[in-house]
């Protein structure tokens, strides 16, 4: 399938779990496309609120591409239940097998988010504010996207916009002929020095805030990974399990889940304890001074249940 194949199957699905009343959006890669930030992308991830997962898992079993029905993709993807997304996990679903598989990410949460995504819907995508704080990941890729996003916001009259620049030069173009609002900058320490003069320490504090957020997001998913050993080791035992059509698949990763998948390893660890090892982690790479310029965090796992 082309690109714009693609984007026209993921639209189509989900404008009709929206005729069905489900609360969803398109979040990441392809909100990027549409928004006219990035030129293709050859995967869908999804935000969908908890309460319609059933409507999903229907929707999903019912959609067909090219003769090839919806399944769990590999081993490793955990249910799609608000028992485990609560918790922050993801599931992962695919048409095909192989390179040309086409392949769906659902989200309960967004991760990252610092307020409700649902209010946060720009037709069947979600705004680019909840695409920003969901791209601040350990991928390189993410990040030229999110001073882009950044700057789309602030285009739009929405000063959250300058949550998201992550190039100093950038921000501080900006800065000459836009305010920042002083509520923002207890957010972001690091906007308080715009505008001050010193491009060198606001430059070196940016690197630091991207090295933080990379940091948070390594270390999630280092302990989500192990969290999964057990739960993919129950899957593998299913052998047939990918056979299985999607409805009679999901029980019976139900079943291992409920066995050997931890509900939220990230909340188990501690959300303080998960910032303060990524701030040591920034502090072993740049001046002990920098760290008091990076952000609290804390406010971005509030969606978390333990």
Same mark, same amino acid.
């Given at each position: 399938?082309?690109?714009?194949?693609?984007?026209?199957?993921?639209?189509?699905?989900?404008?009709? =779990?929206?005729?069905?009343?489900?609360?969803?959006?398109?979040?990441?890669?392809?909100?990027?496309?549409?928004?006219?930030?990035?030129?293709?992308?050859?995967?869908?991830? =999804?935000?969908?609120?908890?309460?319609?997962?059933?409507?999903?898992?229907?929707?999903?079993?019912?959609?067909?591409?090219?003769?090839?029905?919806?399944?769990?993709?590999?081993?490793?993807?955990?249910?799609?239940?608000? +028992?485990?997304?609560?918790?922050?996990?993801?599931?992962?679903?695919?048409?095909?097998?192989?390179?040309?598989?086409?392949?769906?990410?659902?989200?309960?949460?967004?991760?990252?988010?610092?307020?409700?995504?649902?209010? +946060? @819907?720009?037709?069947?995508?979600?705004?680019?504010?909840?695409?920003?704080?969901?791209?601040?990941?350990?991928?390189?890729k993410d990040w030229p996207y999110i001073t882009l996003l950044g700057q789309l916001?602030?285009?739009?009259?929405?000063?959250?916009?300058?949550?998201?620049?992550?190039?100093? +030069?950038?921000?501080?173009?900006?800065?000459?002929?836009?305010?920042?609002?002083?509520?923002?900058?207890?957010?972001?320490?690091?906007?308080? =020095?715009?505008?001050?003069?010193?491009?060198?320490?606001?430059?070196?504090? =940016?690197?630091?805030?991207?090295?933080?957020?990379?940091?948070?997001?390594?270390?999630?998913?280092?302990?989500?990974?192990?969290?999964?050993?057990?739960?993919?080791?129950?899957?593998?035992?299913?052998?047939?399990?990918?056979?299985?059509? @999607?409805?009679?698949?999901?029980?019976?990763?139900?079943?291992?889940?409920?066995?050997?998948?931890?509900?939220?390893?990230?909340?188990?660890?501690?959300?303080?304890?998960?910032?303060?090892?990524?701030?040591?982690?920034?502090?072993?790479?740049?001046?002990?001074?920098?760290?008091?310029?990076?952000?609290?965090?804390?406010?971005?796992?509030?969606? @978390?249940?333990?």
């Amino acid at each position: 399938m082309t690109e714009v194949e693609l984007q026209a199957f993921y639209e189509a699905l989900v404008f009709r =779990l929206r005729t069905r009343g489900v609360l969803c959006g398109i979040t990441s890669g392809l909100a990027c496309v549409h928004y006219d930030l990035a030129q293709n992308t050859k995967d869908c991830d =999804l935000l969908c609120h908890p309460a319609a997962f059933g409507e999903l898992l229907e929707e999903l079993a019912a959609t067909d591409l090219h003769g090839k029905h919806c399944r769990y993709r590999g081993h490793l993807s955990p249910p799609l239940d608000w +028992e485990w997304h609560a918790g922050g996990w993801t599931s992962h679903f695919q048409w095909g097998d192989g390179p040309d598989a086409v392949t769906l990410d659902v989200f309960g949460q967004a991760l990252r988010g610092s307020s409700p995504w649902t209010v +946060e @819907l720009s037709g069947l995508y979600v705004s680019p504010h909840v695409v920003a704080e969901m791209k601040r990941t350990n991928r390189d890729k993410d990040w030229p996207y999110i001073t882009l996003l950044g700057q789309l916001l602030l285009e739009r009259g929405d000063p959250r916009g300058w949550l998201h620049i992550y190039d100093a +030069e950038t921000l501080q173009r900006l800065a000459r002929h836009n305010v920042v609002p002083e509520a923002l900058k207890s957010q972001r320490p690091a906007l308080r =020095l715009v505008g001050q003069g010193d491009a060198s320490l606001l430059a070196a504090v =940016l690197s630091a805030e991207r090295l933080f957020w990379i940091e948070l997001d390594r270390h999630r998913i280092e302990l989500y990974r192990r969290a999964l050993r057990p739960y993919l080791v129950a899957v593998m035992r299913g052998r047939d399990e990918a056979e299985l059509p @999607l409805p009679e698949q999901h029980e019976a990763r139900i079943r291992c889940a409920r066995e050997t998948l931890a509900r939220s390893p990230l909340a188990e660890f501690g959300i303080a304890r998960h910032v303060e090892h990524a701030r040591a982690a920034v502090g072993r790479l740049v001046r002990s001074e920098i760290l008091e310029w990076l952000p609290a965090a804390s406010l971005h796992y509030t969606y @978390l249940r333990p």
